[in-house]
Nanobody, 121 residues
Framework: QVQLMESGGGLVQPGGSLRLSCAAS????????MGWYRQAPGKQRELVATISGHGVDRNLADSVRGRFLISIDRDKNTVHLEMRNLKPEDTAVYYC??????????????WGQGTQVTVAS
């Protein structure tokens, strides 16, 4: 069984920075892709940023490109999202997402419980 542990988030003023982290733990798993999605009140969940398990391929939403940076610590199976120049429209619940092989099972996906990011004066 694989579990996700999210950390970071909170309240920050416009223009500020935050860092989100998500650690995957368990036995016999291989990360295919890992990253963050977000959902603001009344809106659908949307992709923020994802990164491949080997850290080579990154995918960022247009709305965050140039402000957010995603990285992966392969030794710790942890993905980090550095968020800079935050805007009120970045306010949302951020969910960690893991696309993973567990043992010999077909690839599956897991979601974290979510962490609130609020950008306000």
């Amino acid at each position: 069984q694989v579990q996700l542990m999210e950390s970071g988030g909170g309240l920050v003023q416009p223009g500020g920075s935050l860092r989100l982290s998500c650690a995957a733990s368990g036995k016999a798993f291989t990360i295919y892709r890992m990253g963050w999605y977000r959902q603001a009140p009344g809106k659908q969940r949307e992709l923020v940023a994802t990164i491949s398990g080997h850290g080579v391929d990154r995918n960022l939403a247009d709305s965050v490109r140039g402000r957010f940076l995603i990285s992966i610590d392969r030794d710790k199976n942890t993905v980090h999202l550095e968020m800079r120049n935050l805007k009120p429209e970045d306010t949302a619940v951020y969910y960690c997402h893991l696309d993973v092989w567990i043992g010999l099972l077909p690839r599956s996906e897991l979601w974290g419980q979510g962490t609130q990011v609020t950008v306000a004066s």
